[in-house]
Nanobody, 127 residues
Framework: QMQLVESGGGLVQPGGSLRLPCAAS????????MGWFRQASGNEREFVAG????????IYTDSAKGRFTISRDNAKNTVHLQMNSLKPEDTAVYYC????????????????????WGQGTQITVSS
């Protein structure tokens, strides 16, 4: 079992930046693949970014490439999503997710690959 807690949400102006931390706890917290997803009102949950258990591989959805960066600190069992050049369409509830540490060098983009989820944090991009 893993527990995930996101923080760092809030209101930010277009063009601004925000850094979301996700604190993970559990026996496999330092080796599990991790991901960030988001869900805007009325939409399905969508993949944003993923990172492998060893931190060596990262993947992004097209809208996040060049603007968002996912990183992890396995010593602190924390994953971060750095978001720059934020746009109103980035407004959503952002969720941290953890997968099973089957392949430490693999990163995943499907919701079905992540059995553990945080409670979510709201990000609103508006002037």
């Amino acid at each position: 079992q893993m527990q995930l807690v996101e923080s760092g949400g809030g209101l930010v102006q277009p063009g601004g930046s925000l850094r979301l931390p996700c604190a993970a706890s559990g026996r496999t917290a330092s080796t599990s693949p991790m991901g960030w997803f988001r869900q805007a009102s009325g939409n399905e949950r969508e993949f944003v970014a993923g990172i492998s258990g060893n931190g060596g591989r990262t993947i992004y959805t097209d809208s996040a490439k060049g603007r968002f960066t996912i990183s992890r600190d396995n010593a602190k069992n924390t994953v971060h999503l750095q978001m720059n050049s934020l746009k109103p369409e980035d407004t959503a509830v952002y969720y941290c997710a953890a997968g099973r540490p089957t392949y430490i060098a693999a990163a995943y983009s499907r919701t079905n690959d992540y059995p553990y989820w945080g409670q979510g944090t709201q990000i609103t991009v508006s002037s």
